[in-house]
């Protein structure tokens, strides 16, 4: 009888503690799995926004311990915005024109900016056959880099100087004796000098210069400006294809989504009756059609990494010039 006791006895502790540790167990679990990091009076902060901070920084490579430090500096930084939050609520901030502005000014670049990355996230990738023709057809930007080393002057459009700023250029003269020439003529310039490599200047100008050889001039005309750029002398250095493909597929990517973006909006500017009201009510004076054409999303040519010769170093005001 006492056997029988002490065996239901010990069946009851075993229960007890079978219950005891899985409580425990879920409460350890509990802890694990909340999305609450902290709570600032009612409110509260969540791992989910410590997380969306986060996701804008470059914590790769970081150690557990570096990244246990980035969240809670992150959880702090978030508690003084509840905090600000809070107050300003309190003094009743969010109900002023100007933040009820803002607010809505950043929603609406925040919900044109989703539309315009749903757009760009349903693209195709390019393909790795694209990514090689794309460096074997552009030759000047990796297999045959130059960095460039070039004196320029820039000057306002003024009659009759773009074609005596070619001559020199043609005849491959010094860049001082065209600034003797503009200072003869009380033209006033800016000079300069620089180090650009291929990648830091524009596609459609790089082919000009591409062509270059050091110590030969080129003359740039935009409708505001008149530019006398010479080459004083340039590097070889190009890039291997294994490290400029990666590059390539972002830069395509990019672009692919600016065009993407701005034939989209185009269509929609078509199919949307736009009315120009007051000062704008001419539709002549706006750049509206411009503005369909420009790509939403900024599009430039690959950053190609190479070293420290890639390095913009602007030098103004070269001796002689002005």
Same mark, same amino acid.
């Given at each position: 009888?006492?056997?029988?006791?002490?065996?239901?006895?010990?069946? &009851?502790? !075993?229960?007890?503690?079978?219950?005891?540790?899985?409580?425990?167990?879920?409460?350890?679990?509990?802890?694990?799995?909340?999305?609450?990091?902290?709570?600032?009076?009612?409110?509260?902060?969540?791992?989910?926004?410590?997380?969306?901070?986060?996701?804008?920084?470059?914590?790769?490579?970081? %150690?557990?311990?570096?990244?246990?430090?980035?969240?809670?500096?992150? +959880?702090?930084?978030?508690?003084?915005?509840?905090?600000?939050?809070?107050?300003? @609520?309190?003094?009743?901030?969010?109900?002023?024109?100007?933040?009820? $502005?803002?607010?809505? =000014? =950043?929603?609406?670049?925040?919900?044109?900016?989703?539309?315009? *990355?749903?757009?760009?996230?349903? &693209?195709?990738?390019?393909?790795?056959?694209?990514?090689?023709?794309?460096?074997?057809?552009?030759?000047?930007?990796? %297999?045959?880099?130059?960095?460039?080393?070039?004196?320029?002057?820039?000057?306002?459009?003024?009659?009759?100087?773009?074609?005596? &700023?070619?001559?020199?250029?043609?005849?491959?003269?010094?860049?001082?004796?065209?600034?003797?020439?503009?200072?003869?003529?009380?033209?006033?310039?800016? /000079?300069?000098?620089?180090?650009?490599?291929?990648?830091?200047?524009?596609?459609?100008?790089?082919?000009?210069?591409?062509? +270059?050889?050091?110590? *030969?001039?080129?003359?740039?005309?935009?409708?505001?400006?008149?530019?006398?750029?010479?080459?004083? $002398?340039?590097?070889? %250095?190009?890039?291997?294809?294994?490290?400029?493909?990666?590059?390539?597929?972002?830069?395509? @990517?990019?672009?692919?989504? %600016?065009?993407?973006?701005?034939?989209?909006?185009? *269509?929609?500017?078509?199919? !949307?009756?736009?009315?120009?009201?007051?000062?704008?009510?001419?539709?002549?004076?706006?750049?509206?059609?411009?503005?369909?054409? !420009?790509?939403?999303?900024?599009?430039?040519?690959?950053?190609?990494?190479? /070293?420290?010769?890639?390095?913009? !170093?602007?030098?103004?005001?070269?001796? /002689? +010039?002005?």
């Amino acid at each position: 009888m006492k056997s029988q006791i002490a065996r239901i006895a010990l069946s &009851l502790l !075993t229960t007890a503690l079978v219950l005891c540790l899985s409580a425990c167990g879920n409460k350890d679990n509990n802890k694990a799995v909340t999305q609450v990091a902290a709570k600032v009076g009612s409110a509260e902060i969540t791992v989910y926004q410590i997380n969306e901070v986060l996701s804008h920084t470059n914590t790769a490579g970081a %150690s557990p311990q570096a990244a246990q430090a980035m969240n809670r500096e992150v +959880l702090e930084k978030l508690i003084d915005q509840q905090l600000a939050v809070d107050q300003a @609520t309190e003094k009743k901030f969010h109900r002023s024109p100007e933040v009820v $502005s803002q607010i809505e =000014a =950043a929603r609406r670049e925040i919900l044109a900016r989703a539309f315009m *990355q749903n757009i760009a996230s349903a &693209l195709p990738k390019p393909t790795p056959e694209e990514l090689k023709k794309y460096y074997t057809q552009n030759p000047q930007l990796f %297999s045959e880099r130059r960095v460039f080393n070039v004196q320029e002057i820039v000057l306002p459009t003024a009659p009759g100087v773009a074609e005596q &700023l070619r001559g020199y250029a043609s005849a491959s003269k010094p860049i001082e004796e065209a600034a003797a020439w503009l200072k003869g003529q009380n033209i006033k310039f800016d /000079g300069g000098s620089a180090t650009r490599a291929a990648e830091q200047i524009p596609l459609e100008l790089l082919a000009q210069m591409h062509a +270059l050889k050091d110590g *030969q001039s080129l003359v740039i005309e935009t409708p505001q400006s008149i530019t006398l750029l010479r080459v004083t $002398s340039s590097q070889i %250095s190009p890039v291997a294809e294994a490290a400029a493909l990666p590059r390539i597929e972002q830069f395509l @990517t990019n672009q692919r989504a %600016s065009e993407a973006v701005a034939a989209n909006i185009k *269509q929609l500017r078509a199919d !949307t009756k736009i009315t120009y009201m007051g000062d704008f009510a001419n539709p002549e004076d706006t750049p509206a059609a411009a503005s369909a054409a !420009t790509p939403a999303v900024p599009v430039a040519q690959p950053a190609i990494a190479a /070293g420290d010769t890639s390095k913009t !170093t602007i030098e103004k005001g070269v001796a /002689g +010039l002005k």
